[in-house]
């Protein structure tokens, strides 16, 4: 019998999307697919050029769907389009895309969206940051590619949730602790390390956050790495990522997320064994570590 096949295109090979192959090809196994992955550097043109060429090539060797994670916040409508047209299933992991339900209406495959939530993750980031600085304060903020549209929706997300009296300063990155790291340390040669007053430090990964204490721990002014070092870090990530930070005190706390791989391949499945639609919309579970009121207390 042969295998359903389904191909899985992730941005790039960051923690979260590592994990993500990793938990993609161990679902497929268990499910009995014939799973590929490809990843794509965060060059959402090379997202593009990677489905376009299965897409354009011989229909007997096209997959059943596309689990696509999106490099760039536009999220590929033409590609969707496209495969869609051709029959492939279209599942968006983690974006909340404005194609999918005109998609819908064509009924022939399953079109859908499974996501961890990427605003109500920015939402819960801002209420940490209100749970930390009661009395306002400032933040100084390591966001993703400003083409990311995980970086956007969870920069909306924190902006809508963060007291008025939170000043964010803002140092862009590419996805990855290192990214972070250099990203910063550029700030610092710009921007003098005794320069403004920062009471807190949010990463939108933890690896960010991460990068950022890096940079700050090369600072050759003892007194002035002490105050970076000192200060409250925050992140996002899975458990087994950033449960351990937060007990070790790297990070004060935490957006705890899941991955949706699993849950994308088990649903794109079962939509397209029984022809059924599933949900537009379908998200993940998320939560702070520690919980709201004792980060309160913690503080």
């Known amino acids: 019998m042969k295998k359903t096949r389904i191909v899985v295109s992730l941005p790039n090979d960051n923690a979260y999307q590592h994990e993500q192959g990793v938990v993609a090809k161990l679902t497929g196994e268990r499910m009995g697919l014939d799973l590929q992955v490809l990843q794509a550097d965060d060059d959402s043109i090379t997202q593009g050029q990677q489905l376009l060429k299965i897409i354009q090539s011989p229909a007997e060797s096209w997959p059943s769907a596309f689990i696509v994670e999106p490099a760039s916040a536009t999220g590929m409508r033409r590609v ?16 909340d895309v404005d194609y999918i339900e005109p998609l819908r209406k064509k009924p022939q495959v399953p079109v859908f969206i499974v996501t961890q939530g990427q605003r109500e993750i920015g939402q819960l980031q801002g209420k940490q940051i209100a749970a930390l600085l009661p009395r306002g304060g400032s933040v100084l903020y390591i966001e993703g590619p400003s083409m990311s549209s995980v970086a956007v929706q969870r920069r909306e997300g924190m902006d809508s949730t963060k007291p008025p009296n939170v000043k964010i300063t803002t140092i862009r990155s590419i996805w990855s602790e290192e990214g972070a790291y250099q990203s910063t340390a550029t700030w610092l040669r710009m921007v003098p390390a005794s320069a403004g007053k920062f009471d807190l430090v949010a990463g939108q990964t933890h690896e960010l956050a991460l990068g950022a204490r890096k940079a700050f721990q090369k600072i050759e002014n003892q007194e002035q790495q002490k105050k970076w070092l000192g200060m409250p870090y925050i992140g996002i990530g899975i458990s087994n990522q950033v449960k351990s930070l937060v007990s070790g ?25 029984t022809k059924e639609q599933p ?8 939560s702070s570590y520690p919980e709201l009121d004792k980060l309160t207390a913690k503080r």
Do not use: F
């Open 249 to 273: 005190d790297v990070l004060t706390a935490a957006v705890i997320t899941s991955v949706t791989m699993d849950v994308a391949l088990k649903m794109v499945v079962h939509a397209i064994e």
């Open 80 to 95: 969707a389009e496209m495969a869609v047209t051709a029959g492939i299933a279209w599942v968006v992991s983690n974006s």
């Open 279 to 286: 949900p537009e919309r379908n998200v993940v579970d998320t």
